[in-house]
C-alpha cells in the first residue's frame, strides 16, 4: 500500500482532530511527551476511549514518521534534480 505524502498529512490531520476531542473531554494536560499515556490512564475513565486514544498516539506516531520519511526523500530528490553534478551513484 503506497500513501502520498498529501494522503499522509491528511491522515494526520484527521488524527489530530480525533485526538483533540479526547484531549478536551477528559481534560487530559501531561506537562511533557512522557507523561501522555500516565495521564490519559488516570483521567480516561471509559474503557474504550483509552484504548482509542492509544490507537490514535500510535497511527500518529506511524503516519507522522512516514510522512518525514517522505518528506526527507522528496527534499534529497529536488536536491539531486537542482545540483545534478552532485549525483554521484
Same mark, same amino acid.
Given at each position: 500500500?503506497?500513501?502520498?505524502? +498529501? $494522503?499522509? $498529512? $491528511?491522515?494526520?490531520? !484527521? ?8 484531549? =478536551? /473531554?477528559? *481534560?487530559? @494536560?501531561? !506537562? ?12 480516561? *475513565?471509559? !474503557? /474504550?476511549?483509552?484504548? =482509542? ?6 497511527? *500518529?506516531?506511524?503516519? *507522522?514518521?512516514?510522512?518525514? +520519511?517522505? /518528506?526527507? $526523500?522528496?527534499?534529497? /530528490?529536488? +536536491?539531486?534534480?537542482? @545540483? ?6
Amino acid at each position: 500500500m503506497n500513501i502520498t505524502f +498529501a $494522503q499522509a $498529512q $491528511q491522515k494526520l490531520e !484527521e488524527i489530530t482532530a480525533e485526538m483533540l476531542v479526547l484531549i =478536551r /473531554q477528559y *481534560g487530559l @494536560d501531561a !506537562e511533557s511527551p512522557f507523561d501522555v499515556i500516565r495521564v490519559a490512564r488516570n483521567k480516561i *475513565g471509559n !474503557e /474504550q476511549d483509552y484504548i =482509542r486514544f492509544l490507537e490514535l498516539s500510535l497511527e *500518529g506516531r506511524i503516519y *507522522g514518521e512516514y510522512a518525514e +520519511a517522505l /518528506q526527507k $526523500q522528496m527534499d534529497q /530528490q529536488a +536536491a539531486e534534480v537542482s @545540483d545534478p553534478t552532485n549525483n554521484i551513484h
